[in-house]
């Protein structure tokens, strides 16, 4: 399937940020086109909330929908996911049911923005993932904070310096705020 199945493919119909995601932006075969984006269904065959959401129901996003959360959201709840930017699920479709799909896209654009920085300027080609799970998790006003400090960096530093120095800056961020940027395995 080559179109695309939804207008706002980096944002998940589950609410996860795809925009935001590493795989986003491989370069190479396993690319992924985001949700519903072109292709999609070749990269994920078996995505039962695109297929409940936007197939079945012709909608955008799963808090579009009246039964919102519903069933599919179980394993959310508990807890079960191992993909870190999932945290933000809940928060995002509530952000998008309370305020618009066009003003969340608006921030995660805002967001992107800001991760593309730090892939183009601060990656050292082991940071993607890191910056990525960064740009979902902190807050939007404190990613740009970090940015400002980032670009202010030293010119004469060489690129793992500059890594160095930014990805410090977001962990004592992120620890100051009690987010935390990696998953905690269940006991």
Do not use: W
Not at 50 to 76: A, H, I, M, W
Not at 103 to 126: A, H
Not at 140 to 161: C, G, R, V
Not at 171 to 180: A, D
């Amino acid at each position: 399937m080559s179109k695309t199945l939804k207008k706002y493919s980096t944002i998940g119909c589950c609410g996860i940020d795809c925009g935001l995601c590493p795989r986003f932006y491989t370069k190479g075969d396993s690319v992924c086109p985001g949700c519903g984006g072109k292709n999609f269904k070749e990269k994920h065959p078996s995505c039962g909330f695109l297929t409940c959401c936007v197939v079945k129901n012709g909608q955008e996003v799963c808090s579009d929908c009246n039964d919102y959360p519903c069933k599919r959201f179980d394993s959310e709840r508990e807890g079960y996911d191992s993909f870190v930017t999932h945290k933000k699920v809940f928060p995002n479709l509530e952000y998008i049911k309370n305020n618009g799909i066009k003003s969340f896209i608006e921030q995660q654009n805002k967001r992107r923005e800001i991760l593309i920085e730090f892939l183009t300027k601060y990656d050292d080609g082991r940071s993607k993932s890191f910056f990525c799970i960064s740009c979902a998790l902190l807050p939007l006003n404190k990613l740009q904070e970090i940015l400002i400090f980032a670009n202010q960096t030293d010119d004469s530093k060489d690129i793992k310096e500059k890594n160095k120095l930014l990805k410090n800056k977001l962990i004592n961020k992120s620890e100051n705020l009690g987010i935390e940027l990696k998953l905690n395995k269940k006991k």
